[in-house]
């Protein structure tokens, strides 16, 4: 259940190789990328402002004059942030949630699912946007209001494996031998629910990054002056008709950004369930 | 007049070129029965297949199958079509899986029936009804207005039955057509297939895994063992005398475990994996009367009696 | 059957009932209340929180709510008054239904024919477009599609008009942008369904007993891919009845989304509940009504807990 199998498919494949590297090359770049440039991502000059790309500002300028590529850098960090957290929420409430009602069965199973079944009937943007409201924006609550909701589809998918293993001899076993509950989840459906648990972690990430994006045009964003990739697409939505840089160069990042994580979790998917297969392979 | 000359499959993938059926070859008159039996893995599934012109994609095809002097493997899609429809039909091996879950059974038979016959419509629903009389149902009407689901396994192959035989083939392929029943289901679907045949005089191709089956059912018998026919005959020449040392332990087999009770016989060890290349023949690991020619070179098929054997003690 | 629609009805109403509990109680959460924008002397304030009951105890402001509720009155709108939230939804949701009822046949439409085409062809380069356009589809969110859209065919090539709506082919470029993301799904459900419905004994013998190709997938294997499609459309009906905030944002459409979004930011707790519980509705409708299509397109379900 290693990760040794993934290893050789991601070498043979250079699409998804491509794709892993544009995403480090993203982290670095968000994490060191802004000290490396002259400008400041919120440093204000009027005098600049609405400026088209030049050799001065790459990208061009914002309405407050800020260099458009600092304020990317900086924004990407932010949504990193923001959906990075909110994946290790939703794999860990759902990931917890869902085995110990997969595996301890009975009542806990039945209130658990119960709570899954009414979240799964609930609109997850308006309990997005509620919570938002409630705890107020800002890159905290952002993440917690996302994983919020995000957790529900894992922990369904998380119950139904550990279902499944509940009556699996070497579980079976554990639980004569006197293992608890919590040893028989982290020792024994932990290893087995790996494959599951990343490729969702994997599909988690750009969700939360459009869903941060979603909110910051509802205005529901990062306060200011910090930016998300959101709250400059969102900018850049009120202007586009007349400085389109300064909403293109905000979604192409976003959407590059994207479009790696989901070839990723293509690749993920598909090598997991390849492996499930028979070993006799016609084509 | 059905005739397979030298069919041979092989398929190639990145490790190299695996051969999967070599070199069968067999003829079977109209209103003949043959046999080919051979343990799961064998490859009589997939001399099925190639009978059937599911193959015909295959690179690593060769040979011929030729059913009233057309053949099969060179055949276009839409030959392939026109053959299917007009000579050769196909008893499936899992009968409630081989008819769609969303049609009605009479919707299905009856399309089946439009396209292997010019009929219309309300014909081809007389058509069906009186076929599935003629093969032991009641109440036609009411099996035709009803979901496979709700049929049981021998209903749902007496219906497919009716699907392979509704033009008059020459050619029916049966593939493990009682596999999936029971031993009184078996008998009976068996009883109506051989009606059917006397009635039609096709040549029926019995592929199976049931030796009780094959030696009662047919005239000839073929054997395949590893990709290769190691032997054909009529069918209790094979059962009193047979020659290839295979044969005679399937019979053994067969006969020990139904006849006496000292205890059952088996053959030892494992066939060889499709995966590994030997030159010799592939029965030698498990063969009691090897000899050492036999490790290292393949044996041709040659004439016994009237049967044709692949060892190198004839 | 009839078991089964009571069942869910009771469930439904559970959900219900949890959703308007969530949404009060997170309402009156809320920082700040509807009426301090306005510089109000406390004795019309006080007026204004009697008119509305906002001065009676938390627990019997949800006593009346609900009571309210099961005469299907969702109350008067804090902010526009004189308005009850009944006529704001009456008045927008047609416009947002209008354009998520053609955004839904669109992407059924498309995304049934490329899944099908991509699924019959698998890996082969038809396939490989379908599947590399479906991941493209999936990767440009709703506010980059419709914002491209506009610049390309309304400021560039002056096709379309700029977000306005008067005419019927002003619903285009909304109707494409919200069709894209559910399409590219829809395709790529369809397609791994007809890739496991194709191996099946049936079609094999369908193929085999001699029916067209054409009719074989049509009649045979199409009908069976279908319910992974129906289950999912049930949940994507009510997103794009109840309109994107997004596309009628890019598009200026005076749909329900965008007094949602206003709503919150005013602190009119009636049209936010309101609103809410209304989404939740037509969810929970979209679902069960897609349920049931599945449920009775399946015989083998229909007749076992049926007749």
Same mark, same amino acid.
């Given at each position: 259940?290693?990760?040794?199998?993934?290893?050789?498919?991601?070498?043979?494949?250079?699409?998804?190789?491509?794709?892993?590297?544009?995403?480090?090359?993203?982290?670095?770049?968000?994490?060191?990328?802004?000290?490396?440039?002259?400008?400041?991502?919120?440093?204000q000059?009027?005098?600049?402002?609405?400026?088209?790309?030049?050799?001065?500002?790459?990208?061009?300028?914002?309405?407050?004059?800020?260099?458009?590529?600092?304020?990317?850098?900086?924004?990407?960090?932010?949504?990193?942030?923001?959906?990075?957290?909110?994946?290790?929420?939703?794999?860990?409430?759902?990931?917890?949630?869902?085995?110990?009602?997969?595996?301890?069965g009975?009542?806990?199973?039945?209130?658990?699912?119960?709570?899954?079944?009414?979240?799964?009937?609930?609109?997850?943007?308006?309990?997005?946007?509620?919570?938002?409201?409630?705890?107020?924006?800002?890159?905290?609550?952002?993440?917690?209001?996302?994983?919020?909701?995000?957790?529900?589809?894992?922990?369904?998918?998380?119950?139904?494996?550990?279902?499944?293993?509940?009556?699996?001899?070497?579980?079976?076993?554990?639980?004569?031998?006197?293992?608890?509950?919590?040893?028989i989840?982290?020792?024994?459906?932990?290893?087995?629910?790996?494959?599951?648990?990343?490729?969702?972690?994997?599909?988690?990430?750009?969700?939360?990054?459009?869903?941060?994006?979603?909110?910051?045009?509802?205005?529901?964003?990062?306060?200011?002056?910090?930016?998300?990739?959101?709250?400059?697409?969102?900018?850049?939505?009120?202007?586009?008709?007349?400085?389109?840089?300064?909403?293109?160069?905000?979604?192409?990042?976003?959407?590059?950004?994207?479009?790696?994580?989901?070839?990723?979790?293509?690749?993920?998917?598909?090598?997991?369930?390849?492996?499930?297969?028979?070993?006799?392979?016609?084509? | 007049?059905?005739?397979?000359?030298?069919?041979?499959?092989?398929?190639?993938?990145?490790?190299?070129?695996?051969?999967?059926?070599?070199?069968?070859?067999?003829?079977?008159?109209?209103?003949?029965?043959?046999?080919?039996?051979?343990?799961?893995?064998?490859?009589?599934?997939?001399?099925?297949?190639?009978?059937?012109?599911?193959?015909?994609?295959?690179?690593?095809?060769?040979?011929?199958?030729?059913?009233?002097?057309?053949?099969?493997?060179?055949?276009?899609?839409?030959e392939?079509?026109?053959?299917?429809?007009n000579?050769?039909?196909?008893?499936?091996?899992?009968?409630?899986?081989?008819?769609?879950?969303?049609?009605?059974?009479?919707s299905?038979?009856?399309?089946?029936?439009?396209?292997?016959?010019?009929?219309?419509?309300?014909?081809?629903?007389?058509?069906?009804?009186?076929?599935?009389?003629?093969?032991?149902?009641?109440?036609?009407?009411?099996?035709?207005?009803?979901?496979?689901?709700?049929?049981?396994?021998?209903?749902?192959?007496?219906?497919?039955?009716?699907?392979?035989?509704?033009?008059?083939?020459?050619?029916?392929?049966?593939?493990?057509?009682t596999?999936?029943?029971?031993?009184?289901?078996?008998?009976?679907?068996?009883?109506?297939?051989?009606?059917?045949?006397?009635?039609?005089?096709?040549?029926?191709?019995?592929?199976?895994?049931?030796?009780?089956?094959?030696?009662?059912?047919?005239?000839?018998?073929?054997?395949?063992?590893?990709?290769?026919?190691?032997?054909?005959?009529?069918?209790?020449?094979?059962?009193?005398?047979?020659?290839?040392?295979?044969?005679?332990?399937?019979?053994?087999?067969?006969? =020990?475990?139904?006849?006496?009770?000292?205890?059952?016989?088996?053959?030892?060890?494992?066939?060889?994996?499709?995966?590994?290349?030997?030159?010799?023949?592939r029965?030698?690991?498990?063969?009691?009367?090897?000899?050492?020619?036999?490790?290292?070179?393949?044996?041709?098929?040659?004439? =016994?009696?009237?049967?044709?054997v692949?060892?190198?003690?004839? | 059957m009839?078991v089964?629609?009571?069942?869910?009805?009771?469930?439904?109403?559970?959900?219900?009932?949890?959703?308007?509990?969530?949404?009060?109680?997170?309402?009156?959460?809320?920082?700040?209340?509807?009426?301090m924008?306005?510089?109000?002397?406390?004795?019309?304030?006080?007026?204004?929180?009697?008119?509305?009951?906002?001065?009676?105890?938390?627990? =019997?402001?949800?006593?009346?709510?609900?009571?309210a509720?099961?005469?299907?009155?969702?109350?008067?709108?804090?902010k526009?008054?004189?308005?009850?939230?009944?006529?704001?939804i009456?008045?927008?949701?047609?416009?947002?239904?209008?354009?998520?009822?053609?955004?839904?046949?669109?992407?059924?439409?498309?995304?049934?024919?490329?899944?099908?085409?991509?699924?019959?062809?698998?890996?082969?380069?038809?396939?490989?477009?379908?599947?590399?356009?479906?991941?493209?589809?999936?990767?440009?969110?709703?506010?980059?599609?419709?914002?491209?859209?506009?610049?390309?065919f309304?400021?560039?090539?002056?096709?379309?008009?700029?977000?306005?709506?008067?005419?019927?082919?002003d619903?285009?470029?909304?109707?494409?942008?919200?069709?894209?993301w559910?399409?590219?799904?829809?395709?790529?459900?369809?397609?791994?369904?007809?890739?496991?419905?194709?191996?099946?004994?049936?079609?094999?013998?369908?193929?085999?007993?001699?029916?067209?190709?054409?009719?074989?997938?049509?009649?045979?294997?199409?009908?069976?891919?279908?319910?992974?499609?129906?289950?999912?459309?049930?949940?994507?009906?009510?997103?794009?009845?109840?309109?994107?905030?997004?596309?009628?944002?890019?598009?200026?459409?005076?749909?329900?989304?965008?007094?949602?979004?206003?709503?919150?930011?005013?602190?009119?707790?009636?049209?936010?509940?309101?609103?809410?519980?209304?989404?939740?509705?037509?969810?929970?409708?979209?679902?069960f009504?897609?349920?049931?299509?599945?449920?009775?397109?399946?015989?083998?379900?229909?007749?076992?807990?049926?007749s």
């Amino acid at each position: 259940m290693g990760l040794d199998m993934l290893y050789p498919r991601i070498v043979q494949n250079r699409f998804v190789l491509a794709c892993l590297f544009l995403i480090l090359l993203y982290i670095l770049i968000s994490l060191g990328g802004s000290f490396l440039l002259p400008h400041h991502p919120n440093a204000q000059s009027l005098a600049e402002a609405n400026r088209g790309p030049s050799f001065a500002n790459w990208l061009g300028t914002d309405y407050l004059g800020r260099d458009l590529l600092a304020r990317i850098l900086a924004g990407v960090r932010v949504s990193l942030i923001i959906a990075f957290f909110a994946t290790l929420i939703n794999i860990t409430v759902g990931f917890l949630v869902g085995s110990a009602a997969g595996l301890i069965g009975g009542v806990v199973d039945r209130f658990l699912t119960g709570l899954i079944d009414i979240f799964w009937c609930i609109p997850p943007f308006l309990v997005v946007v509620m919570l938002t409201v409630v705890l107020e924006p800002g890159i905290k609550n952002i993440f917690i209001a996302l994983g919020a909701v995000f957790w529900v589809p894992t922990a369904r998918i998380i119950r139904g494996e550990a279902y499944q293993l509940r009556n699996a001899p070497f579980i079976r076993l554990a639980r004569l031998q006197g293992a608890g509950y919590s040893r028989i989840i982290l020792l024994h459906i932990l290893p087995c629910c790996f494959p599951v648990l990343l490729t969702t972690a994997i599909f988690s990430i750009p969700d939360a990054i459009l869903a941060e994006a979603f909110l910051s045009i509802v205005g529901l964003g990062v306060t200011a002056p910090q930016a998300s990739l959101g709250v400059l697409i969102s900018d850049g939505l009120q202007s586009f008709r007349v400085y389109p840089w300064q909403w293109f160069f905000p979604v192409l990042t976003l959407i590059v950004l994207v479009l790696c994580f989901n070839l990723l979790g293509d690749m993920l998917h598909r090598s997991f369930r390849d492996r499930s297969k028979g070993i006799l392979e016609y084509d | 007049m059905t005739k397979v000359d030298g069919l041979s499959i092989s398929i190639k993938n990145k490790k190299g070129t695996w051969s999967l059926v070599r070199d069968v070859s067999f003829s079977l008159e109209r209103g003949r029965t043959l046999a080919i039996v051979g343990e799961s893995g064998s490859g009589k599934s997939l001399i099925t297949s190639a009978i059937l012109g599911m193959l015909n994609h295959l690179e690593g095809l060769e040979g011929s199958v030729e059913v009233c002097g057309r053949d099969v493997l060179k055949a276009s899609s839409r030959e392939l079509r026109t053959l299917r429809r007009n000579l050769i039909g196909y008893i499936p091996q899992n009968p409630r899986e081989s008819l769609t879950p969303t049609l009605k059974v009479g919707s299905q038979l009856v399309e089946v029936i439009a396209a292997k016959t010019d009929r219309k419509g309300r014909e081809c629903r007389l058509v069906a009804e009186s076929l599935l009389s003629s093969l032991g149902f009641s109440g036609p009407e009411r099996i035709l207005s009803m979901y496979p689901h709700q049929l049981s396994g021998g209903m749902c192959q007496r219906v497919a039955i009716a699907m392979a035989v509704v033009s008059r083939p020459a050619l029916v392929v049966a593939d493990e057509p009682t596999s999936s029943l029971d031993p009184l289901t078996k008998h009976k679907i068996m009883e109506v297939i051989k009606g059917i045949q006397a009635e039609q005089g096709f040549g029926l191709i019995l592929v199976t895994h049931d030796l009780d089956l094959a030696f009662s059912s047919s005239d000839q018998v073929a054997v395949v063992y590893g990709g290769r026919l190691v032997e054909t005959g009529a069918a209790e020449e094979l059962l009193l005398r047979p020659g290839h040392p295979y044969t005679s332990d399937l019979v053994r087999c067969f006969t =020990r475990s139904g006849a006496e009770k000292g205890g059952s016989y088996y053959i030892p060890g494992e066939p060889l994996s499709i995966y590994t290349s030997f030159p010799g023949c592939r029965y030698f690991n498990r063969c009691r009367q090897r000899l050492e020619i036999c490790e290292t070179k393949e044996p041709a098929c040659v004439r =016994r009696d009237r049967g044709r054997v692949a060892c190198w003690l004839y | 059957m009839l078991v089964y629609i009571l069942k869910r009805a009771g469930f439904n109403l559970g959900v219900m009932l949890v959703v308007v509990t969530l949404t009060f109680f997170l309402m009156h959460l809320l920082p700040g209340d509807p009426f301090m924008s306005q510089r109000l002397n406390p004795e019309i304030k006080a007026n204004l929180y009697a008119k509305h009951g906002l001065d009676q105890p938390v627990a =019997r402001q949800y006593l009346d709510y609900l009571s309210a509720l099961a005469r299907f009155d969702l109350g008067e709108s804090l902010k526009y008054p004189g308005r009850t939230v009944n006529e704001i939804i009456a008045e927008s949701f047609p416009v947002s239904a209008a354009v998520g009822i053609l955004a839904l046949v669109l992407a059924l439409v498309l995304g049934v024919t490329l899944g099908v085409l991509a699924g019959v062809w698998q890996s082969r380069w038809p396939d490989r477009l379908i599947l590399a356009f479906s991941t493209l589809g999936l990767s440009i969110p709703n506010f980059a599609l419709g914002a491209g859209l506009v610049y390309l065919f309304a400021l560039k090539l002056k096709i379309f008009p700029v977000a306005m709506l008067e005419k019927p082919i002003d619903l285009v470029l909304p109707v494409l942008t919200l069709a894209a993301w559910p399409a590219a799904v829809i395709t790529r459900l369809i397609r791994t369904e007809m890739i496991e419905v194709l191996k099946r004994d049936y079609i094999i013998a369908a193929m085999v007993r001699g029916l067209d190709p054409a009719r074989v997938i049509l009649r045979h294997a199409l009908p069976n891919a279908l319910p992974a499609v129906i289950h999912y459309s049930g949940p994507l009906a009510a997103t794009l009845l109840t309109g994107s905030f997004i596309v009628e944002k890019i598009f200026a459409l005076p749909g329900l989304g965008q007094y949602y979004i206003t709503s919150i930011g005013n602190r009119d707790y009636n049209l936010v509940a309101g609103i809410t519980i209304f989404y939740t509705f037509v969810l929970l409708v979209a679902t069960f009504l897609t349920d049931l299509l599945a449920f009775s397109m399946n015989p083998q379900l229909r007749y076992r807990n049926g007749s």
